[in-house]
């Protein structure tokens, strides 16, 4: 796998009604200089994401009747639940890209040694 192929899949990747977005901003604030950031790591910055849209009194999820989201209030959501998210959505679709084990998540090593700068820049704009 390469950058050009993670780049590609984000970029023409769907992402309405999708954490993707979220969850590789919130993995590359998270990632350390080997590309691996912890869990507890990601599931922060994933959450500052949602708690900061609901201070600033926007939507932070789509209401829908059935399954509502538990990020609709971010101010009442668990780190268990948070992982439950990101483990059964955005991680499984990416494992191409990104692994998962005990306690940390990874840009995967043949990936992030292609990295630059300017690609975490790009991918970082990409899922703006």
Same mark, same amino acid.
């Given at each position: 796998?390469?950058? /050009?192929?993670?780049?590609?899949?984000?970029?023409?990747?769907?992402?309405?009604?999708?954490?993707?977005?979220?969850?590789?901003?919130?993995? +590359?604030?998270?990632? =350390?200089?080997?590309?691996?950031?912890?869990?507890?790591?990601? &599931?922060?910055?994933?959450?500052?994401?949602? +708690? =900061?849209?609901?201070?600033?009194?926007?939507?932070?999820?789509? %209401?829908? =009747?059935?399954?509502?989201?538990? +990020?609709?209030?971010?101010?009442? /959501? #668990? =780190?268990?639940? +948070?992982?439950?998210?990101?483990?059964?959505?955005?991680?499984?679709?990416?494992? %191409?890209?990104?692994?998962?084990?005990?306690?940390?998540?990874? &840009?995967?090593?043949?990936?992030?040694?292609?990295? #630059?700068?300017?690609?975490?820049?790009?991918?970082?704009?990409?899922?703006?």
């Amino acid at each position: 796998m390469s950058i /050009v192929a993670f780049k590609d899949y984000l970029a023409s990747t769907s992402m309405t009604f999708s954490y993707k977005a979220v969850m590789v901003l919130a993995l +590359l604030d998270a990632v =350390d200089q080997h590309g691996k950031a912890s869990q507890s790591a990601l &599931i922060a910055r994933f959450h500052a994401f949602y +708690l =900061d849209r609901q201070r600033r009194n926007l939507h932070t999820e789509k %209401e829908r =009747d059935r399954n509502p989201s538990p +990020l609709l209030n971010p101010d009442e /959501v #668990s =780190d268990a639940q +948070l992982w439950q998210i990101l483990a059964r959505y955005p991680l499984p679709l990416m494992d %191409e890209f990104i692994t998962v084990d005990d306690d940390s998540v990874r &840009i995967k090593s043949s990936i992030w040694a292609q990295m #630059s700068a300017a690609d975490l820049v790009e991918l970082r704009e990409i899922a703006q």
